[in-house]
C-alpha cells in the first residue's frame, strides 16, 4: 500500500539519527554478551515453562505470506485462464474482509492487532492535530533532543531523541512471544520503530529516510526543470563541464548546529566518451552508472560537527543527452549501520545486510513520485519494484529456512505498487499487471516447495485494487455547498479565489464547518475535538446528517454517475472502541473509478470539484470496503464462509496454541480439530451466495467461485 507522500516531511527525525547512530550496535553488542552466556539455563526453563503451549498447537510453524492489494477479481480471471496454478491449487481461496478504509496502513494494523481502527488508532497516513489542524504521521512521532547546550553556533544535545509509536494494541506476534513461540516478521507496515517480545522484526511501511522525512528523492540535472512541492522531491541544478558535474547531496540537518544546517556530499559524475554510461565518485569509492539501469546500493557518509552518519542511495542516470538527468532515491538508512532501529534486534537487520547485501529499509522504496514527476521513467519505475521485491525475497526464505519453530510473516509491497502505477496500462490490454500476478503466483509455488507438512501456510491480501479515473475534490464540493469558508485574499473581503495552500490554511476556519482531511476521512469542526471547534455536539451531530445525505447525492456531470458508494458514520462503524473519537466524523466509501482528488488530501479547496486522473498513479483502493476485498488462500480448510482481515490474528493464534484475548474483534477461522500442515484436499472455492450479512457498516467478505 500505499499512497504518494501526503507528509512527505516528518522532521526532525533525522537529528536524532546523528546522536544515536553511534551507540546503537555497540549497546546491542553488550547487551547480547550476558544473554549468550545464560542461554542454556533460559531454553531449559522455556521448554519447560511452555510446555503446555506446545500441547496446543495446532501445527509447528504458520506462515503468512502478505501480497499487499492483490485483486481477486483479477486473481479469479487468470486462475479461470490457467495462468496461476500454484494460487489455483491452495487447498482453500476466498475474499478476504478489509477495513473501512481500506488504506494499507489502516488495513494492516487490523491485521497485526485483530481489531478495528477504532482500538489501534490508525485511521489514514496523516491525522489532523486537533490544536492546530495541521498533519502529523499516524504511526510514530520522532522527535529530536528537547535540550542542548549553545555554545556559539553550536549546540550540543543533552540526552537523545525520542520515537513515540502512535497506535494502540498489542501486535499478534507479540501475544505470542508472550506464551513461548518465536516470530519472524518481516516488513509489516506500522511496525517502526522496531520492537519484539520474542523473535526478529524487519520494519515496514512508515520507516523514514535519514532526513526524517518518508522519502524525498533528487533529481540532479542541467536542463530547466523544477517540482512545485518538495515532497514529491527535489531538483538540484548542475553545470556540466568538459564532460563531468558535481552534484550536491543534501541529508539531514547537523543536530550540532545552532542553525540546524543540513550536512551535504559532494558527488562527481563524469561522463563516458561513448555516452551511454557514466562513473559516479562518492568519497573514495567509484560507481559506474549504466544509463536506463539502477545502480546498487551506495553508502554515503554525511559529516557533521561532530561525527557524522551514513545513508545509502540507489542512483538512475536516465538521460545523458541532450541534458543529464541524474536520479538518486530518497537516502535510506544504512541496515549495515542503521541510525534509527528498523529492525529488532539491532543485530538482526545488520546480519541480513552482511548476509545478502545492503537492503532498502525506507517504508515506501518505491518512489512514486519520482515516476510522476518526471525523474525516472516507466521502465526505471518498474525496475525499482523488483529490485525491492527480489531483496525481500531472500530475507523470506531465509526466514523460512532458519524460522523452523513458531510464525514466519512477510509482506510484499510489489502487488499494490505495480497496480498503483501501471493500472490504465492494465486496461489498454499491457500485460505488466499480469506479469506481475504470475510473478506472485511463482512465489507461492517456491513457498509451497521450501515449507513442510506440519507447516500451515496463508496467503492474503490487505484489499484489492481497480481502476482509478475520475479524482473528485471533496473540499471544492463542500464549499460550494457553504460548508467551508475560504479566507479573504489579501487586501478583499468575502469568500475569494486566489492560491490554494495546502492542510486547510486557505480556509476560515472560525466559519468552517466540516472539511476533508488525507485520503478517506471528513471532519466536522466540533469544539468537543478541535481546539478552534464551531460546533457543539449537537449541532454536529445534526450537520453530520445533512452532509452525509449531500455526499450520497452527489453526481459526476460527465458519468451521470454518483461516486460515492456509501458515506459511513465512523460513530456507528466504530461504535465503543476506545479511540472512535479520534476518527474522522464520516469515512467516504467510492464507487471503483472514482477517489479524493490528491488537492483535497493535501486540504486544498479549490478547482473543479471533478477532474480527469491523468497521473500515472491510475490504480487504488479507496474505495467502499465491500467493493475492493482482499484476498485469503490456505493450506487447509477456513471454517467461515466470510472471513475479515481481523480473524487472521486470532486464527494464527490458535494454530500456534494460544487463544485470541477477548479485545479482540477478530475471531479464529479454524476449530481444534482441524488438519494442519499442507493438504492435498481439493482445493475449496467458496461461492457469493454464502457470504454472511453485513452489519453496522462492516465490509462484507464476498467469496469467489
Partial sequence: MSEPHLLAYIGPGGGFAVVSSFFVVFITILIAIPSLLVFPFRWLWHWIRYAGVRRRRMTRRVVVLGLDGLDPNVMEQMIAAGELPHLASMTWRGRLATIAPPLSPVAWSSFATGTYPGSHRIFDFVHCNPRNYQPYLSSVEVRGASRAIRLGSIRIPLGGGTMKPLWKGEHFWDILGRHGVFSTVLRVPITFPAKAKRGHLLSGMCVPDLLGSQGISTLFTDAPARIDDEEEGRVVRIEVR???????????????????????????????GDRRSAVLQVGGRRVRLKLCRHSEWVPIDFKSVFGGVGGMCRFYLSQI????????TPVHIDPAKPALPVSHPTTFGIFLAKLFGRYATLGIAEDTSAYENGAIDGPGMLEQCYLAHEEREKQFFHALRATREGLVVCVFDTPDRVQHMFWREHDAGDQTLRDMYRRMDDLVRRTRAAIDDDTVLLVMSDHGFNAFRRQVNINSFLREKGYIVRKAPAGGDGDGAGDDPTWLRGMDLSKTVAFGFGLAGIHINRKSFFAAGVLNDQNAAQLKKRLIADLEALVDPATGEKPIAKAQDAAEIYAGSPYADAAPDIIVGWRPGYRVSWESAKGQCMGPVFADNKRHWSGDHCFYPPLVPGVLLSSIPIESDAPRIVDVAPTVLRLLGVEAPPHMDGRPLVDTGAATGGSAAEPAVISPSKSAPEKKDEPVATHVG
Fill in 242 to 272: 568538459d564532460g563531468a558535474a558535481i552534484c550536491p547531496l543534501t541529508g539531514a540537518a547537523d543536530p550540532y548546529r545552532v542553525d540546524e544546517r543540513p550536512m551535504k556530499v559532494d558527488l562527481k559524475l563524469t561522463l563516458a
Fill in 321 to 328: 543527452e541532450p541534458h543529464v538527468k541524474l536520479y538518486a
